[in-house]
């Protein structure tokens, strides 16, 4: 007989212990095959229901506590900009309905939450006005207020003015409110520094305040702890979230990955070990950051390390540590006697991987175009990027 238990909230769960995140979904999709690289939209919920499922079958047996619906540039504006036609072949409000179906189909098998997610639009970009921007949001958020959602994530903000939108929109919810930006310790690309950013997002009403995406595990703490001290000082008690990049990123300037020569087809050599989320989740956890998950780059296995490194914390292990022993000790059981070698802490822990890439530079320059909000190469539209513009992109791009 099913439990009648009601489930503790996202804000109950992180006053007695910290969250595990999941993943990235667009890059984890677009490398199997679901995902079109460059809207990087989610129509996979609708047209292939299994993948998506699949992926977060995966993240809850690696350990996530939180089943992020695949909502990801689920704004309308989004879904028909540049020649993406998911707008003509299925509504803002189907992708966004089976992105949360799949999601608390899943949570349910477990003990997790659902949470829906609403990014950056092209509408604000565009330099659009506030209501237009809301008017986008709020086409979302209703699909979750409708869909019994437990919580709702901002993400994905190179801006904290539309953060701040996106946040007063989701508090229409009356559900508990995360908000992330995409930014580094510079700041948002407005400037303004990540100690307002965070006192700002607290103060629109965000619940839990932090960062994803655009850099590495070690910049992104970086970040969390400026907005943490600024929040400190304002007399502002928040949650703090973190969800990185599983690429390493010490070359990024203040525009993050998107900016590296190698985003987003040759990110590969940059993929962090398991090894390296272990000190990522012990160094987040130690800082009092209490939601700690992943976006691009993040497979199951990257959380799943998460989950191990955390386990006392948690109280358990994750089911997929079933087919692993902590450290590598299960190459005990390997034939060589030289791989056996391998299964401890120690070798791991202490190993600098080679990438094998012999003519391959350790760092990239970055394109550094310096263009955000308000520049006319920004301007979106519905209709599909033509040579004409590409040649034009090109000649920006050299001068």
């Not at 667009?26 to 609708?46: D, M």
């Not at 508090?171 to 407005?190: F, R, Y």
């Not at 970086?222 to 929040?231: I, S």
């Not at 990257?302 to 079933?322: F, I, N, T, W």
Request: hydrophobic share 40%; net charge neutral; proline share 4%.
């Amino acid at each position: 007989m099913a439990s009648t238990k009601a489930k503790k909230n996202i804000l109950q769960r992180l006053d007695e212990g910290v969250v595990i995140g999941d993943g990235g979904f667009v890059f984890a999709l677009e490398k199997r095959g679901y995902v079109k690289a460059g809207p990087w939209t989610p129509q996979a919920t609708v047209e292939h229901p299994d993948a998506v499922r699949q992926m977060h079958r995966e993240f809850l047996r690696a350990g996530s506590d939180v089943m992020q619906a695949f909502t990801f540039y689920a704004s309308e504006d989004k879904l028909e900009n540049r020649g993406n036609d998911a707008t003509v072949s299925f509504s803002t409000a189907s992708i966004n309905k089976a992105a949360c179906d799949i999601a608390k189909g899943v949570a349910a098998e477990g003990d997790a939450l659902v949470a829906g997610g609403i990014c950056q639009t092209p509408t604000y970009l565009s330099g659009n006005a506030k209501k237009e921007c809301q008017e986008e949001f709020r086409k979302q958020v209703q699909v979750f207020i409708d869909n019994k959602i437990d919580f709702i994530i901002c993400e994905y903000f190179e801006h904290v003015e539309e953060a701040e939108w996106a946040i007063e929109v989701a508090k229409e919810s009356c559900l508990p409110v995360a908000a992330t930006l995409c930014i580094g310790p510079e700041g948002d690309m407005h400037g303004i520094s990540c100690g307002d950013c965070a006192v700002r997002m607290a103060k629109a009403g965000a619940d839990i305040v932090g960062v994803n995406c655009h850099f590495d595990p070690s910049t992104s703490l970086k970040t969390v702890k400026l907005m943490k001290e600024a929040l400190q000082l304002a007399g502002l008690e928040r949650h703090y979230m973190v969800q990185p990049l599983a690429f390493h990123t010490p070359d990024c300037n203040k525009q993050g990955f998107i900016d590296l020569k190698e985003f987003p087809f040759a990110l590969e050599p940059r993929v962090l070990t398991r090894w390296d989320m272990h000190n990522y989740a012990r160094e987040a956890y130690n800082m009092g950051i209490r939601y700690i998950g992943g976006c691009c780059g993040f497979e199951p296995y990257h959380v799943r390390a998460v989950a191990e490194e955390l386990s006392k914390e948690r109280g358990k292990m994750p089911a997929a540590s079933d087919k692993h022993d902590m450290w590598g000790a299960g190459l005990r059981m390997h034939t060589k006697p030289w791989v056996r070698a391998r299964a401890g802490r120690d070798y791991w822990e202490n190993l600098q991987p080679a990438s094998g890439r012999p003519y391959a530079a350790s760092m990239s320059q970055p394109d550094c175009w310096g263009v955000t909000r308000g520049h006319d190469s920004l301007v979106q539209k519905k209709g599909a990027t033509t040579d004409a513009e590409i040649k034009t992109a090109c000649m920006l791009k050299k001068s």
